[in-house]
Nanobody, 122 residues
C-alpha cells in the first residue's frame, strides 16, 4: 500500500522560506513520477511542481518558477519542495502525489498525501 506523508508546513512572513517534505512508502520510489499541488480555500487544487522519474524532467507552475525547487532523495524515499520568496498568495494546503494518470501537471494522480498547511503573512 502506498502512503505519502507531508511535513514542513507552517506560518512564515512574506519573503521567507519553507521546505516541505513528503515521505513515501513506495518500494519503487526511484521509479515513480511525483508532484506537488496546492489548494487554497474555495479554490480548485492547482499544480505546483513535478519531477518525472523516467526523464528527470522538472515541471513548475509559472507562478512558482524561479522561487520553488522540487527535488527527491531516492535513498530516503522523500520528495522535497523548497519554497523561497514566499508570497501571501502561496497560502494553501500543499499535497504531494504519485502515479499520475495523465501528464504530471494535472491533478490526476492515484495517490495523495493528507496535506500540510502553508500560511504566508503579509
Amino acid at each position: 500500500q502506498v502512503q505519502l506523508v507531508e511535513s514542513g508546513g507552517g506560518l512564515v512572513q512574506a519573503g521567507g522560506s519553507l521546505r516541505l517534505s513528503c515521505a513515501a512508502s513506495i518500494r519503487t520510489f526511484s521509479s515513480v513520477t511525483m508532484g506537488w499541488f496546492r489548494q487554497a480555500p474555495g479554490q480548485e487544487r492547482e499544480f505546483v511542481a513535478a519531477i518525472s522519474w523516467s526523464t528527470g524532467r522538472l515541471y513548475y507552475a509559472d507562478s512558482v518558477k524561479g522561487r520553488f525547487i522540487i527535488s527527491r532523495d531516492n535513498t530516503k524515499n522523500t520528495l522535497y519542495l523548497q519554497m523561497n520568496s514566499l508570497k501571501p498568495e502561496d497560502t494553501a494546503v500543499y499535497y504531494c502525489a504519485t502515479e499520475p494518470q495523465s501528464i504530471p501537471t494535472k491533478p490526476l494522480y492515484n495517490y495523495w498525501g493528507q496535506g500540510t498547511q502553508v500560511t504566508v503573512s503579509s
